[in-house]
């Protein structure tokens, strides 16, 4: 079954460094996602992208956040400027169709 | 602000009883409504999609389901297994955006 792949499964970095999250979504899907989770707490949706734009995005995503689809491929998270706070389960998700989302497993990030 | 909102924060069942899982929500219109099952440290997986059109869907001991008027769904588990352990999250999407429940953390018990 064709699932949503995220590399790597767990990242740690330093305070204030760049970080890039990898996602391969599902190869016929369209709509590609990425959320946050942090410990403990619910899944908050970050970014929707569509036809090689940002098509919605919430107040978390602000300038830190940037996404990219550089390949026919690939789907990336970049966060800039790594805060503490920007610990949590990032997942990317991928739809054939809108707001249906199938989820990777997530990328864990740790900033220390 | 739109809000979903899921009860009981938990739930601890026996194996195989049933349970039912509640989701209320003030997002309108909305596109669907949508349940997933999230073991811990991994990513949700989808159980049920339904539009609003749609008043039930199941799958296999999985059945959702809604009633538009009063913006409320629900999410039945029949004769629950010890790997139903899990968080289940209501999510409720409007166009490309969608917002998530806290979820409801059950546990399943021999």
């Known amino acids: 079954e064709p699932e949503v792949t995220q590399t790597p499964s767990h990242q740690v970095t330093q305070m204030g460094q760049e970080v890039i999250l990898r996602c391969v979504p599902i190869?016929?899907?369209?709509?590609f996602y990425w959320y946050r989770q942090i410990l403990g707490q619910k899944v908050e949706f970050l970014v929707s992208?569509?036809?090689?734009?940002?098509?919605?995005k919430s107040e978390i995503f602000d300038d830190q956040f940037s996404v990219e689809r550089p390949d026919g491929s690939n789907f990336t998270l970049k966060i800039r400027s790594t805060k503490l706070e920007d610990s949590a389960m990032y997942f990317c998700?991928?739809?054939?169709?809108?707001?249906?989302?199938?989820f990777g497993q997530g990328t864990r990030l740790t900033v220390v | 602000k739109n809000q979903v909102e899921q009860s009981p924060q938990s739930l601890i069942i026996l194996e195989g009883k049933n349970c039912t899982l509640q989701c209320n929500y003030t997002v309108s219109p909305f596109s669907n409504l949508r349940w997933y099952k999230q073991d811990t440290g991994r990513g949700p997986v989808s159980l049920t999609i339904?539009?609003?059109?749609?008043n039930t869907k199941s799958n296999g001991r999985y059945t959702a389901t809604l009633d538009a008027d009063t913006k409320q769904s629900s999410l039945h588990i029949t004769a629950s297994q010890l790997s139903d352990s899990a968080s289940y999250i209501c999510v409720v999407s409007q166009s490309g955006k969608s917002t998530f429940g806290d979820g409801t953390t059950l546990t399943v018990k021999p």
């Open positions: 339904m539009t609003f059109s749609e």
């Open positions: 190869s016929n899907h369209l709509y």
């Open positions: 998700a991928s739809s054939a169709r809108p707001a249906e989302a199938f």
């Open positions: 992208f569509y036809n090689n734009e940002i098509s919605e």
